[in-house]
């Protein structure tokens, strides 16, 4: 463990309820060249202008001021990270900024046959893949693309680079993916790969979100449990991760469940975001944003942009609401936010 792990800042971002942040996701962009119907619109869709959109430096000052503020780990998103040119250079910057101990990325893989090898040799050290279905035809009717055959090239790269494991997030979708949940699990027995689903949430951009589109958690469990025998909880190494795994009963492989909407996990949550133009989020659902690009941009010194984090944080809500009858859906869908 490096001198950076151990060292406490003077500061941490604490919210009212306890949570300590320490943990920033990053949008470096909202476009993406796929649609899933639970993120993105099919056609027509608005992106925001270039100029908009923090630069790298922009990025690296940020990350450097949280680091005064306990932030120890960022993860890249969008939109889909990939899409905006050189993220590696990005990582490399992010990679070099003393007390981050930990890079992440979020990719749907279209373009990770050409990236993979490039991103690990800049310091990546962990890639999450989002995929939800082993079948192309699902796959296609997700996304609303014809690019599986990318992604399953990405997936190689990504090993052949030297991921692993190859971690793999699948949301689920009633009427839609029950028969990809076997598939998954198998490849996730008889290959390095770790498998969790998803609960579809209310994040799209088509308002389409509706609880009996849910594949909840619990019903993933019995389906799988139907095919492979009883399911067992494995204890969480960290406490705030959101997964929750189970070990199948033979002990080859392990599953996991994203149960934001059935099992919120908010109350070990030590999330926050920035978007890609410049605007921290408290909460995926959050209806209010404070911006910093404005603070970047004119001028603003290290210490404005630190308490513009501290208010973010002091602001969050105790949790989600998707389970109350006052849930307001906000205006960003996924991709606009950075999942
Ligand atoms: N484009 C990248 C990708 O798909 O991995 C990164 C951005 S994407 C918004 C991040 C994650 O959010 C993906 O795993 C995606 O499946 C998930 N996601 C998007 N919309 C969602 C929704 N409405 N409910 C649950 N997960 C969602
Ligand atoms: Fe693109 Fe990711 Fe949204 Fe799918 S989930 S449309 S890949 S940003």
């Not at 300590?20 to 993120?39: A, K």
């Not at 430096?57 to 040119?85: N, Q, S, Y």
């Amino acid at each position: 463990m490096s001198a950076s792990e151990n060292t406490t800042p003077a500061r941490q971002l604490v919210d009212r309820f306890g949570r300590v942040h320490n943990n920033l996701r990053i949008s470096v962009t909202d476009r993406c060249n796929i649609r899933c119907f639970y993120c993105m619109p099919a056609d027509n869709v608005q992106f925001m202008p270039r100029a908009e959109l923090l630069s790298f430096e922009e990025i690296e000052r940020v990350v450097r001021i949280g680091t005064t503020l306990g932030i120890d780990r960022v993860r890249l998103t969008g939109g889909e990270p990939l899409v905006r040119r050189e993220l590696h250079r990005l990582v490399e910057r992010l990679s070099r900024v003393p007390g981050i101990v930990d890079i992440g990325l979020t990719t749907n893989a279209v373009l990770l046959g050409e990236q993979a090898q490039q991103l690990r040799d800049a310091g990546l050290k962990r890639l999450n893949i989002s995929l939800d279905a082993l079948d192309p035809e699902v796959f296609k009717q997700v996304t609303r693309r014809d690019s599986y055959d990318k992604v399953i090239a990405g997936i190689a790269a990504a090993r052949a680079a030297g991921f692993s494991p190859i971690k793999i997030n699948a949301v689920s979708v009633k009427g839609l993916t029950e028969d990809q949940l076997i598939p998954f699990a198998e490849l996730a027995r008889e290959t390095d790969t770790e498998v969790r689903f998803i609960e579809f949430m209310p994040l799209d951009a088509d308002g389409q979100w509706d609880r009996e589109k849910v594949l909840f958690a619990d019903e993933i469990v019995a389906l799988l449990q139907a095919e492979f025998g009883p399911l067992a909880p494995v204890p969480a190494a960290n406490p705030n991760a959101p997964a929750s795994d189970f070990r199948f009963a033979d002990g080859r492989g392990k599953i996991g469940m994203i149960a934001s909407v059935s099992k919120p996990f908010c109350s070990t949550c030590n999330r926050f975001r920035l978007t890609a133009e410049g605007k921290l989020r408290n909460c995926l659902f959050s209806l209010e944003e404070v911006d910093i690009r404005g603070l970047l941009r004119n001028g603003g010194a290290d210490e404005e942009v630190a308490e513009a984090m501290v208010a973010s944080i002091a602001a969050k809500n105790e949790g989600h609401q998707i389970n109350s009858s006052t849930f307001v859906q906000p205006d960003r869908p996924m991709y606009s936010i950075g999942g």
